[in-house]
């Protein structure tokens, strides 16, 4: 079949495995086999069997090569070789089998092949080693598929013998009871060989990590009883590498170790599972695996994940002495995770919101919510991080809430940082709508109205319906105007939007380093930094290499990549392309004669004894270190032993140390290079057989082996300087240095260690400042006009046809906190790019003003920058970090996982910034009053407040209310009550202009509200409100000669409360949320030292429960229970005595609460008075009751049934009074209207009863 395939052309291969891919991708379900196959290879596949593609091969390349190259043919790949998808150093100690390495990412280490498709390649190119992966369900749904690359590997301990074996497992196999352990479950494999009797009961213990190791004789510690055997692996937590205790007890003992006996071989067979083990679970999910017929190519559809190589859960502590300073714990690729939510946390209003009791706002019944789930776990993990003096958290329970909601963050796989922040945003808005039934609202069309009123209307539809503190804090609202190419009819639309998503201006190059080497020792190795196409090939890299090292006319490179010490392979194809070398990779360039021909290469590759860690004394051998050297050898000479001696001698000598200043230095380097001259000099006479041997008299021979062509080593120390046999199958002669202690005291070989990677992981060069792209250019190209793309085309009303409209963004009304995105992925022929593109961005003072359509603000629209979220490297190697700003501290921290340090301001601007999040600095009116250093801000649901001491008896104020249709209020009031406090209300009037008025409020009548403060030692001047972007501010001075008083009262709430001129007599008020604030930390808490709140609620409660609630109930009783006579009667007396007790406690409570507030409250006290004497009426008949057969028991009975009744009937009104007076709000409304509405149904329902049997 080798045979046939090898007859196939590149095209008829792509038709071939395109037509299997997409039949294999159709049926894939549960437990189908996959294979992953390195990139690698898969890449130069792709290449070969599209080289035939017109603008395939030369695309990114230089036009001045074309001509050389353009007839030039990609060679057909050799066998498939996964050998760089092998951990080696693990594999060979691994019981397991195979080892992957732990850091590997789908679409640029490996991609995920169908059987099928596996199965053909491998029959025309063989290779190996073969890898298969089984697909799993990962979500909550039957179509969340996702191929398993690291299935769980978990240690057991077998107690009492105390063995200990490794075993893999899918993480989706429900833990095995017992009977299934028995009976050889083919998911599990019980890997000890003993056998488990059927009589004895097994217990899975998890071990926590503070455990002894395993011995006969150790004590292991218990972490958790696995007794739950319906939850798989992944629902029970096991994490890779869990140390699970299998305990096998007497079930007849019930507490004994029983019976466990030898018997050679596992009961009933268990089957063993594949041996497929790493250090990672999931990774790659089955929609990254699909083909595409687009252009013809059968190119994988891959979504590049990225990976953490080197940032891990490295449990660096981080510091805990400052609030806010705590680490999250790397759980495996979860950097993109804890970068965003780091952001959140130090969101202040998030901070001080999530801080409080925001329990009370979570809305279980929203269907797009997670039943409240999603807040409460984010909620919790934002406690922990601000708790003080708290280690790394891990965030276990939060990403196992969000694995569940959303399984595409399932496993441990590398996700966009940016995609995660908008979900959890979305997801917390949803668990936190305050709207708990959403109206149905149909928005109207502009119709020519001004653009002000169309845009509040859309935003109190929105409002309506999504009402939260995300939607206070995040959202904006943005004018999108439509204009149809052929009637010119305009559509306006304004909606609401949670971050901005600007594009950037892809980079079309890239920077490589590259390390050029001599292979004359004319000249120590020199590291290049060169700049190249992006999309190019190898023959740019030479040409802009060529240039930057001034390569002679009779010289040209070859390049080569390095890995593992070795030559991994040589990049001599010109056609390669740049893509495939990844900027972990290690490039060398060695210069070589242009004119050889019939040419092998010497390979000289560096070793050095490797040092036992038990025994100073003890060797594990000598392991390659170092950069291999390279040096041409002519096919048609003779090459010697001594040859080998001289050309090894000539490569090293720039590194030869000197007797007085140790290594070659720039100021010797003539010397070194006329010595070189003589030893090419030598070399060149030694191959022609001109006393070979007598030039090495003066050099001493240095420890080399040679791999003959028959792979056996050969000393070139000892022995006869004979001819050497060059292999005619390989193009490469194996020289092998052993580098003694005492060698390496004559040579410097830092030069050959340390080899620099293309693109230095984690780092991003800070480029100039002047670069043309700034954050303003990115925002201006956002709200450019453009046309929609024809797959988006728009309905035009009026040509009743779908139109490629022209599309405009507007920004209409900014958020508190404005979030945006830096779109630096882009996509390309169904791949995934990264734009390194650097943005300047500013910190402070990010002005946009200029940008917001609504010309009516004239307030301006300043921001600054207090947390970014940063992308490290490229596609497949890449790391979050978070950069976050103090406020309290006024100081920038990098937040790297669990690693947390200082840094400068300047460090914070990179090209590696992909998220920026900035704050609204206060507006205008209070700017030039309020100092930015000593400013606090402190806010309560929808009220925030700014303040600063801007003189020695001077403390500014800035208040904001959450829109224009609103009033704000604050008061100072001396003793924490509202009688006798100074108040300062602003709200919008009915004629759309602003009103501000100051309050004394004497009392709650409204004859005690004057419009003018008496002097109290404060006084309330410079006051201003404006209304902006949906918004109301309040600034205002505060003179006092003293600190203010601590106490405040404020309000926000509708504005149609509020009275209207000229008067504006205030005829009801009442405190909506009163705290004690201070002043130093900007934190407040209630006012714990007024009773009046309690009391009130008291009041309130015994008043409703004894007269309106009780009262009815025993009335009830007497009624409808007569036929259980006594008991009927003893149940009314106790009913209604205990009723009466209760309302006369509230009366008491409501004139005690009166007294210490000093408010006149007549009607609901007269109402009050009268009931109470009602109920005294009822207590004095209950003593004077006459006999059944007495003439006057008919009158008592009038007069005893009408006093109840109109008891009952006031005591109602009076309680629905109290609530409105108290300010209590709707809930205690609608709860007493419920409770009313129970007992008439009740009654009702007996009533009817009563009838029927009549």
């Known amino acids: 079949m080798a045979e046939v395939a090898r007859q196939l052309t590149p095209e008829e291969e792509k038709q071939t495995i395109r037509d299997i891919a997409v039949a294999a991708e159709a049926q894939t379900k549960v437990g189908d086999t996959f294979y992953l196959i390195t990139q690698r290879w898969w890449q130069n596949w792709l290449e070969y069997v599209n080289q035939n593609q017109s603008g395939n091969v030369n695309e990114g390349s230089s036009s001045e090569h074309h001509g050389s190259v353009s007839s030039s043919t990609l060679k057909r790949p050799s066998c498939i070789d996964n050998s760089d998808l092998i951990d080696e150093t693990v594999s060979e100690d691994s019981a397991l089998g195979i080892e992957l390495h732990d850091t590997l990412v789908e679409g640029t280490d490996y991609i995920l092949l169908p059987q099928e498709v596996w199965n053909q390649l491998y029959s025309w190119y063989g290779g190996g080693p073969v890898l298969p992966r089984k697909v799993i369900n990962t979500g909550l749904s039957q179509t969340e598929l996702s191929v398993e690359v690291y299935p769980l590997r978990l240690q057991l301990h077998l107690m009492p013998k105390g063995d200990r074996s490794a075993i893999r497992i899918s993480k989706k196999v429900v833990f095995p009871s017992p009977s299934l352990l028995v009976q050889g479950n083919r998911n599990f494999t019980f890997p000890f060989d003993v056998y488990i009797c059927v009589s004895n009961k097994v217990e899975f213990h998890l071990l926590g990590d503070n455990r002894f190791l395993f011995g006969i004789t150790s004590v292991i510690k218990r972490h958790a009883l696995m007794n739950d055997m319906e939850k798989t692996l992944d629902d029970a937590n096991i994490q890779m590498d869990q140390d699970i205790l299998v305990e096998v007890i007497d079930s007849k003992t019930e507490g004994g170790i029983g019976p466990v006996q030898e018997n050679g071989s596992v009961h009933n067979g268990s089957l063993a599972a594949a041996p497929s083990q790493s250090s990672f679970p999931t990774s790659g999910s089955l929609s990254a695996s699909k083909y595409s017929s687009r252009n013809g190519n059968s190119e994988s559809q891959l979504q590049n994940l990225n990976t953490d190589k080197a940032y891990g859960s490295s449990g660096v502590s981080t510091r805990g002495s400052s609030c806010g300073l705590t680490g999250l714990l790397n759980l495996g690729n979860t950097c993109f995770m804890n970068s965003a939510i780091q952001c959140l946390v130090h969101t202040p209003e998030f901070a ?175 590291a290049y930094t060169i700049t190249v196409p992006k999309q190019g090939r190898c023959r740019d890299l030479i040409q802009a290499l060529s240039n930057s090292c001034s390569l002679e006319v009779n010289e040209k490179l070859l390049l080569a990549e390095i890995r593992g010490h070795l030559i991994y392979r040589f990049l001599e194809d010109p056609l390669i392309s ?315 921290y990098n937040f790297d996982d669990s690693h947390i340090s200082p840094i400068n301001e300047e460090e914070v601007k990179s090209a590696a910034a992909y998220v920026l999040f900035y704050r609204r600095v206060n507006n205008d009116r209070a700017s030039a009053t309020l100092n930015r250093k000593n400013t606090r801000f402190t806010s309560y649901l929808h009220f925030m407040k700014m303040y600063v001491q801007g003189a020695p008896n001077v403390w500014n104020f800035l208040l904001s209310a959450p829109n224009t249709n609103a009033y704000i209020a604050i008061g100072f009031s001396p003793n924490g009550n509202m009688v006798g406090s100074s108040a300062l209300v602003g709200w919008v009037g009915a004629d759309a202009l602003p009103v501000l008025q100051k309050y004394y409020l004497g009392g709650q009548s409204p004859n005690l509200v004057t419009l003018e403060s008496p002097d109290q030692g404060l006084t309330i001047s410079n006051s201003s409100m404006s209304p902006q972007s949906n918004q109301l501010y309040l600034a205002f001075q505060l003179i006092t000669d003293t600190t203010p008083v601590p106490r405040l009262i404020y309000s926000v709430g ?90 006369l406690s509230g009366v008491i409570c409501g004139l005690v609460l009166e007294n210490r507030l000093n408010v006149s409250v007549d009607k609901h006290k007269s109402l009050g008075i009268v009931i109470l004497v009602l109920g005294c009426l009822q207590v004095i008949a209950l003593l004077g009751r006459p006999d059944k057969a007495s003439k006057v028991r008919k009158y008592w009975n009038w007069y005893h049934f009408g006093v109840g009744r109109a008891l009952i009937f006031l005591a109602a009104v009076n309680v629905f009074y109290g609530i409105h007076l108290g300010g209590a709000g709707s809930g205690w409304n609608a709860g007493f209207a419920v409770a009313l509405v129970v007992l008439f149904v009740i009654a009702l329902i007996l009533e009817l009863r009563i009838c029927l049997r009549k």
Request: proline share 6%; charged share 25%; aromatic share 8%.
């Open 352 to 526: 001080r919101y999530f801080r409080e009791d925001y329990h009370q706002e979570i809305n279980r019944q929203n269907p797009l919510g997670m039943v409240g789930e999603l807040a409460l776990a984010f909620g919790d993990l934002l406690r922990k991080l601000w708790a003080p003096g708290r280690a790394p958290v891990a965030p276990r329970p939060f990403k196992a809430k969000l694995a569940r909601f959303a399984p595409q963050f399932s496993g441990c796989s590398q996700h966009d940082s940016q995609e995660l922040l908008a979900f959890l945003l979305d997801g917390l808005h949803e668990d936190l709508n305050r709207v708990k039934h959403k109206p149905y609202i149909k928005s109207r069309d502009a119709d020519d109205r001004p653009d002000e009123e169309v845009a509040d209307e859309y935003w109190a539809n929105h409002i309506a319906r999504n009402d939260s503190i995300i939607v206070d804090v995040c959202q904006g609202q943005y004018k999108s105007t439509l204009v149809c190419p052929v009637c010119n009819k305009v559509s306006v639309t304004f909606d609401p939007f949670m971050y901005l998503s600007l594009p950037l201006q892809p980079a079309t190059t890239r920077s490589m380093t590259v390390t050029v080497f001599t292979c004359d020792g004319s000249a120590l190795p020199e």
């Open 578 to 892: 740049l893509s495939s070398i990844k900027d972990d990779d290690h490039l060398t360039a060695y210069k070589i004669p242009k004119v050889l021909k019939n040419t092998k290469f010497l390979q000289l590759i560096h070793r050095r004894e490797e040092q036992g860690t038990g025994n100073a004394q003890s060797t594990l051998g000598w392991k390659p270190y170092g950069t291999p050297l390279v040096s041409p050898i002519s096919c048609d000479d003779t090459i010697t032993r001594s040859d080998i001696q001289l050309i090894v001698h000539t490569m090293l000598s720039p590194m030869l140390r000197t007797k007085n200043c140790g290594a070659v230095t720039s100021s010797n380097a003539s010397v070194t290079a006329s010595d070189q001259s003589h030893a090419d000099s030598d070399v060149t006479n030694a191959r022609k057989g001109d006393g070979g041997n007598s030039k090495l008299t003066s050099l001493e021979k240095l420890p080399l082996q040679l791999v003959d062509e028959n792979n056996a080593c050969i000393d070139l120390t000892v022995g006869d300087d004979k001819v050497v046999k060059l292999s005619s199958s390989s193009m490469s002669i194996l020289v092998f240095v052993d580098w003694s202690q005492k060698l390496l005291g004559s040579y410097d070989t830092s030069h050959i260690e340390n080899l620099p990677e293309v693109c230095k992981y984690g780092h991003v060069s800070k480029k100039a400042r002047n670069e043309p792209l700034s954050l303003y250019t990115c925002l201006e190209a956002f709200l450019r006009e453009e046309p929609l793309v024809p797959e988006d085309m728009w309905y035009c009303p009026q040509c009743k046809e779908r139109r490629q409209a022209s599309k405009k963004l507007d920004l209409w009304r900014l958020p508190e906190v404005l979030v945006i995105h830096l779109k630096r992925f882009s996509y390309s022929r169904s791949m995934k790019h990264k734009l390194d593109t650097f943005v300047n961005f500013p910190i402070h003072d990010f002005d946009l003003t200029n940008y917001v359509a609504n010309k009516n603000s004239t307030r301006r629209q300043i921001y600054e920058l207090y947390a970014l979220i940063n992308h490290y490297g490229g596609m497949g190697s890449g790391h979050y970090t978070a950069h976050i700003k103090l406020l309290d501290e006024n100081r920038w």
């Open 1054 to 1143: 509708p504005a149609g409360r509020l009275p209207s001129g000229p008067a504006y007599q205030l005829t009801q008020h009442r405190d909506q949320i009163s705290t004690v604030l201070n002043y130093a930390t900007g934190q407040f808490q209630t006012d714990k030292s007024k009773p009046e709140a309690s009391l009130r609620r008291s009041h309130g409660l015994l008043n409703m429960l004894g007269w309106a609630i009780l009262m009815p109930i025993g009335a009830m009783v007497a009624r409808y229970m007569r036929q259980w006579d006594p008991i009927w009667f003893y149940s009314h007396i106790a009913v209604q005595s205990f009723a009466f007790v209760l309302g």
